[in-house]
């Protein structure tokens, strides 16, 4: 595995690295472990319905990933019926077609309920490195293929995948604009407003659901608890709120709060109670706030300079410092969960929409988008490696993902004719 020996994670014990090499996602000289993923074996004929489901969703996730280059079925020469275990597998037919790594894997089907096992294998050496055993509902097979892919990019990253983190996001229908929440993938979607105006919809990390909703008339901020019961908070009357934002460990809320002259940035408890104002400046509109992973600081959007930028400041409200710099249209910040990025959208002088990252100490900008019509609403996987974001590439703004170098972009596989906006990934 050539590809992986120079990216070898020392801190590990000597016999974990042994047993299995690690995968350096970042830095220049990482490159993707060539990887093929057999077709299912599956037993019994009930499963065959669902292995498809399930084969489709356990791609998706391992090519968007951007640690693996999967191989094309096409161009496998191994005996399509060969068996699970090392002895029963010709390795050199699979290393004939460029694989380093191979998962083999099985379903089968108890009830309702659907299960794998998993296999990878070092395609160089002919050993089996690392084996798993999922099970997940029929009525859902990609949530199955979801838990064996996080299963697969642990062992060779040591860190959680994103695959089991669901996304929140708006779709327009006509006249409404509603807010769903999905599978990563957008797989398994459900919608959570019945018609009107609802927006920029954010997940908390014990399973709350907020948003913007105009159902009195006024834009006012609704958080779904995890139970299902939804409650309206409680900010200042005759003001307009939006843009919540739900601080790392759930226990308070960033928002915006308008009235005729400006728009200032409040911080409350979870519940709407013990609201204090952060930002002030007077005919000044600032917006758009997003937490640092460790809740000490907020990013937002001000004018105060003259034009749409992206601040930060302390969760007091103390401290505030300009980020960017270039440009005249900068917006919809998004802290990454490693702390050390902030990526937004950018307007050139086009009028296109592109993406960028911003690091928060040295204020570097890196460009992730470019020449791919609109790209806007980046939102950082939580484990930050990744990056989902809104795109008209295609058509109707969709969602995609990409890593959060900006390689290997993505349409997510569930399309839709509606356009989807302000999407965000839960943590």
């Known amino acids: ?13 000597l016999a974990a690295l042994a047993q299995a090499p690690v995968i350096q996602i970042s830095g220049a000289t990482f490159q993707p472990l060539p990887l093929a993923l057999s077709t299912p074996l599956t037993q019994g004929g009930e499963v065959k319905s ?48 460029g694989a380093e790594a191979l998962v083999k894997y099985t379903l089968t ?46 062992h060779y990253t040591r860190e959680p995948s994103p695959f089991l983190v669901p996304i929140t996001y708006v779709r327009k229908s006509g006249a409404n604009r509603d807010v769903w929440v999905a599978d990563w993938d957008g797989r398994n979607a459900r919608q959570v407003t019945q018609g009107g105006i609802n927006l920029l919809p954010a997940l908390g990390p014990d399973g709350q659901l907020g948003y913007t909703s105009y159902q009195q008339g006024k834009p006012d901020l609704y958080v779904r608890k995890s139970g299902g019961d939804t409650i309206r908070l409680k900010t200042n009357e005759g003001q307009m709120a939006t843009g919540i934002a739900f601080s790392p460990d759930g226990k308070r809320v960033a928002y915006a709060l308008a009235d005729d002259e400006s728009a200032q940035i409040w911080v409350a408890n979870a519940n709407g109670e013990g609201a204090r104002q952060l930002t002030d400046t007077r005919f000044g509109i600032n917006t758009s706030p997003a937490w640092s992973p460790d809740g000490k600081r907020i990013a937002f959007v001000s004018n105060r300079g003259g034009s749409p930028q992206v601040y930060v400041m302390n969760a007091d409200g103390s401290a505030v410092r300009r980020l960017t710099f270039q440009g005249n249209y900068n917006q919809t910040p998004n802290w990454s969960p490693r702390g050390d990025l902030i990526a937004f959208t950018a307007r050139d002088e086009r009028n ?76």
């Open 109 to 154: 089907r108890e009830g309702d309920e659907l299960k794998a096992e998993a296999r990878v294998f070092n395609v160089g050496n002919g050993r089996e490195e690392f084996k798993t055993a999922q099970s997940g509902p029929t009525a859902q097979p990609s949530q199955l293929a979801h838990k064996v892919a996080d299963a697969i990019y642990r």
């Open 352 to 427: 296109a929409f592109d993406l960028f990252t911003v690091h928060v100490d040295t204020g570097k900008i890196s460009r992730l988008t470019q020449d791919q019509a609109n790209n806007e609403e980046p939102s950082f996987s939580p484990n930050g490696r990744l990056v989902l974001f809104t795109s008209t590439r295609n058509g109707p703004s969709q969602l995609f993902v990409m890593t959060a170098e900006g390689n290997n972009p993505l349409p997510l596989p569930v399309q839709d004719k509606a356009a989807i906006t302000t999407p965000d990934w839960g943590r």
């Open 1 to 13: 595995m050539k590809a992986l020996l120079a990216s070898l994670v020392l801190s590990l014990p």
């Open 50 to 97: 669902s292995a498809t489901a399930v084969d489709d969703a356990l791609l998706f996730d391992l090519r968007a990933s951007g640690l693996f280059q999967m191989l094309d079925r096409a161009s496998f020469l191994a005996d399509a019926k060969e068996g699970m275990t090392a002895g029963s597998i010709n390795f050199a037919r699979w290393a004939d077609v």
